[in-house]
């Protein structure tokens, strides 16, 4: 049974940081790439980021290019998500995801969620 | 890479059968065979049910089916029930080696 559990949320004002994390149980961590989508209070999914089982291919969103950076440490089963100049639109629930091999082409399970505020 | 579109909400008795449309591009639906249907109820995390257009997964209930046709996918759930309440959204693997989300469907059993 798969088991994502998204850590690191919390309140951030703008222009500054915060590094969530991603504790992954139950499948093969090292055979599938995992990735980061939000949610805005009330609003759609956004794909965030994607960083392939060999940590090989990274690509993200044009809305956090530059700003956001994914890794994974395949030797402790972890995601994480370092983001930097935060805006007020960054706002949302992070989950993290499996999904895809070397590119994303689906998201198989969901973690429940990790809320990020930003605001001054 | 813009969201792809699908209507705000869609409505349907129990037992009767409902259809959701998603569209998007050549650079997105329509150029490959990596649509998904996710199911989301409030304060949930969303739940795969429908991948490669067509495909479900293991447990996922067969009243649930996709297909597309050109640059739009659709996904039907028939028999509707009370449980299929809540919201959907497709996703497409695009030109650029990313993902794209729907708007997102609220799916109503009245």
């Known amino acids: 049974q798969v088991h994502l559990v998204e850590s690191g949320g919390g309140v951030v004002q703008p222009g500054e940081s915060l590094r969530l994390s991603c504790a992954a149980s139950g499948f093969t961590f090292t055979s599938y790439g995992m990735n980061w989508v939000r949610q805005a209070p009330g609003k759609g999914l956004e794909w965030v980021a994607f960083?392939?089982?060999?940590?090989?291919?990274?690509y993200y969103a044009e809305s956090v290019k530059g700003r956001f950076t994914i890794s994974r440490d395949n030797s402790k089963n972890t995601l994480y998500l370092q983001m930097n100049s935060l805006r007020a639109e960054d706002t949302a629930v992070y989950y993290c995801?499996?999904?895809?091999?070397?590119?994303?082409?689906?998201?198989?399970?969901w973690g429940q969620g990790t809320l990020v505020t930003v605001s001054s | 890479q813009s969201a792809l579109t699908q209507p705000a909400s869609v409505s349907g008795s129990p037992g009767q059968s409902i259809t959701i449309s998603c569209t998007g591009t050549?650079?997105?639906?329509?150029?490959?065979?990596?649509v998904s249907w996710y199911q989301q109820h409030p304060g949930k995390a969303p739940k795969l049910m429908i991948y490669?257009?067509?495909d479900r997964p293991s447990g996922i209930s067969n009243r649930f089916s996709g297909s597309k046709s050109g640059n739009t996918a659709s996904l039907t759930i028939s028999g509707l029930q009370a449980e299929d309440d809540g919201d959907y959204y497709c996703?497409?693997?695009?030109?650029?080696?990313?993902?794209?989300f729907g708007t997102g469907t609220k799916v109503t059993v009245l």
């Open positions: 960083v392939s089982y060999d940590r090989i291919n990274k």
């Open positions: 050549s650079s997105d639906v329509g150029g490959y065979n990596y």
């Open positions: 995801a499996n999904g895809g091999e070397v590119v994303v082409t689906r998201i198989d399970s």
């Open positions: 490669e257009v067509s």
């Open positions: 996703s497409s693997y695009t030109s650029t080696s990313t993902l794209v």
